[in-house]
């Protein structure tokens, strides 16, 4: 009993108390991320191929939150060929075999390519608000990201693949 009361006090004084934009309470909470991959991509050499790669959902909780401000920020790794903006797949089998890529911000083949932010590329970055959240969720965001794959590419038949590790961070 005595718990719950001192919660019900602390939750009844913090809500009398005029807050200021820099104020931010948070008793307990977290964020979550979940990625979701869609690495099925066709191609044919006299047409450029995209598709969605990946889907990241940020998730925000709080048993008790007031006026938190998130930051938030997604950087996307090279890859294997180590340069993010001459990413390739390989060949399942024949690693002499590869097939160049990009990880774009939209389905446009002009839209910025995803990176860590140098040589050109652009990191998906933002804020999420919350104003009040009791034994729920804050905010959350969710961010897409898209394969490209130029045409003209004269390579072997079968499967290629890439690997790239991809940063979260929350502040």
Request: hydrophobic share 40%; aromatic share 6%; with cysteine.
């Amino acid at each position: 009993m005595r718990n719950k009361l001192g919660l019900m006090l602390l939750l009844l004084g913090l809500m009398g108390v005029t807050p200021r934009p820099a104020l931010a309470v948070t008793l307990v909470g977290g964020c979550s991320f979940t990625l979701t991959s869609y690495p099925t991509v066709l191609y044919s050499v006299p047409t450029a191929s995209a598709a969605q790669a990946s889907r990241i959902v940020i998730d925000c909780t709080g048993v008790l939150t007031l006026l938190a401000t998130k930051t938030w920020s997604i950087q996307y790794g090279a890859g294997a060929s180590g340069n993010q903006t001459a990413r390739s797949l390989v060949h399942a089998t024949d690693s002499n075999s590869k097939l160049n890529y990009s990880i774009r911000t939209t389905s446009s083949p002009s839209s910025s390519i995803l990176g860590d932010g140098s040589g050109g590329t652009v990191t998906q970055s933002g804020t999420l608000q919350c104003a009040v959240a009791i034994l729920a969720s804050c905010a959350s965001t969710t961010q897409d990201s898209f394969i490209h794959i130029p045409s003209g590419q004269f390579v072997r038949a079968g499967s290629y693949s890439d690997a790239m590790v991809i940063t979260v961070t929350v502040n």
